[in-house]
């Protein structure tokens, strides 16, 4: 893969992770992944970010091809991320920079995963800037967008914004803009990382968004650490931004389960039955077939969520569990939920699943509900029942 | 003595948990680091201060417990 020349002497200069189909072992990247670094060639030659330690001679051989490692001054750290800076030891002890400037959280994460290391780390505040020569470097501070040591830097000369994590989406491919994909599928891959990976930070996200606008920032070109770069939309990412921070609903019902004899899937589906007749969109997701990561992908513009799981020893099944851990620290705000599944003879799974989503601020329309062994006709007429509850009060929350 | 000061610690040692990243603000230590005394109470925490490691405001935090 070939260093590409963003802006004019501004190289992309990462990797592209081809074959990573789990992202950081929690969430699924099915279209593999890019860590991106970037390159630009000025009086003080400046590299920002690095890559997965796996492949820092993908680095160093596109940073060769344009410059020798030692002819680079400066090394800007704009997340401590093994992802992006597990490659910065290697790239320190080649370049041997005069500087490398981080957040003030930054410092503290380099020291924390690196480990007496005597570098030349220059702390940068928000807002501050420094000078390559021809172009300026403004670095705003992002913390918790994801990590506290994230930060941006911008490029005003070039109406760049090199955003880190921000932005991003998990897409392998050397076509690296935005202008040479299906629009529609890079927002689709930039809301699953966003589900994923930001959503809890949102109230931050629409804070930083509006300093953005405020600063009155010109933005031609955002070019996120994963992914493909926004030359020709960066106006869309934005706005997406804009929507999947504010978790604007549809009239929409993911249903995620478990089941074992099958009972409690015949008990989603009554349910899903009652949804669709009322006119609520669903998605029926087995946690056997589909990774936590992929139904809060879906879960993301879905007014509600319902989660069935039978009784096993007293409780519900492990995957359900894990989802609903998942899920809960992803933080949705302003969600319906329902909670239901068969049993033989205890029956607390319901119960406990509808504790952990009222925990997790879901609003719950109806009571648990459960059917002992397999469901009749009757107990299936039960279940409809409760999504046509769940179907009001979704059409009354998204109408509103 | 002892008793009301007891008293007067306890009133003040409602620790605020940062509902963005989970850090809890703790009066008896503050955060001196960014100009708040040991001792303040969260109340008294001046509204331009933020959370010292996630950079969210006053307003998203909420009592612990």
């Known amino acids: 893969m070939p260093a590409i020349e963003i802006k004019k002497n501004i190289y992309w200069v990462g990797a592209i ?48 091809s344009l410059v020798k490692l030692e002819e680079i001054d400066y090394i800007v750290v704009n997340h401590v991320e093994l992802d992006h800076s597990g490659a910065l030891p290697f ?25 007496n290391k005597e570098w030349p780390l220059q702390v940068v505040k928000d807002g501050e800037s420094i000078s390559l020569g021809k172009r300026n470097v403004t670095f705003m501070e992002t913390r918790m967008l994801h990590w506290p040591d994230s930060m941006f830097s911008y490029i005003p000369e070039d109406k760049l914004l090199i955003s880190s994590d921000a932005f991003g989406q998990n897409i392998a491919s050397q ?27 949102s109230p931050l996200v629409q804070k930083l968004l509006n300093k953005v606008q405020e600063a009155g920032l010109e933005i031609d070109m955002i070019a996120p650490d994963h992914g493909v770069i926004w ?20 009239p929409k019902a993911v249903l995620v389960y478990d089941t074992m004899w099958g009972s409690t899937e015949k008990m989603v589906k009554a349910v899903a039955d009652a949804l669709t007749e009322e006119g609520i969109d669903i998605r029926m997701m087995s946690l056997k077939s589909f990774h936590h990561s992929d139904v809060m992908g879906e879960f993301s513009d879905a007014a509600a969520l319902v989660c069935a799981s039978p009784t096993h020893n007293n409780g519900m099944l492990p995957l359900m569990s894990d989802f609903l851990t998942y899920m809960k620290g992803l ?28 925990e997790a601020g879901f609003e719950l329309p109806e009571k648990p509900l459960r059917t002992r062994y397999v469901p009749a006709h009757e107990q299936l007429a039960q279940c409809k029942e409760l999504g046509r509850t769940l179907a009001s009060a979704i059409k009354a929350r998204t109408q509103a | ?33 960014n100009g708040v005394a040991a001792g303040t109470r969260f109340e008294d925490v001046p509204d331009s201060w933020v959370c010292p490691v996630c950079g969210a405001g006053k307003e998203d935090f909420a009592p612990e417990g």
Not at chain 1, 96 to 114: Q, V
Not at chain 1, 342 to 355: F, M, N, Q, T
């Open chain 1, 91 to 115: 790239m320190v002890d080649k370049i041997k920079p005069e500087k490398i400037f981080c957040s003030p959280m930054g410092e503290k994460a380099i020291h924390d995963h690196f480990h």
């Open chain 1, 175 to 201: 076509k690296i803009f935005d202008d040479e994909h299906d629009l529609n599928l890079l927002l689709s891959e930039a809301r699953h990382y966003y589900t994923n990976i930001i959503l809890p930070f």
């Open chain 2, 1 to 33: 003595m002892p008793v009301i000061f007891n008293q007067h610690l306890e009133e003040n040692m409602q620790k605020w948990v940062c509902t963005i990243c989970g850090y809890a603000y703790d009066p008896a230590a503050g955060d001196p680091d």
């Open chain 1, 331 to 358: 933080k949705p705000k302003n969600r319906l939920g329902a909670s239901l599944g068969s049993y033989g003879w205890s029956g607390e799974a319901p119960g406990a699943i509808a504790r952990v989503l009222e």
């Open chain 1, 17 to 64: 992770d081809w074959n990573l189909k789990n992202f950081h072992g929690y969430a699924m990247a099915r279209r593999g992944t890019s860590y991106n670094a970037y390159l630009v060639l000025d009086d003080k030659i400046t590299l920002f970010d690095t890559v997965s330690e796996k492949f820092k001679w993908d680095l160093y051989h596109q940073v060769r």
């Open chain 1, 231 to 250: 030359r020709t939309h960066p106006d869309r990412i934005l706005e997406g931004y804009a929507e999947f921070a504010a978790q604007t609903l549809k």
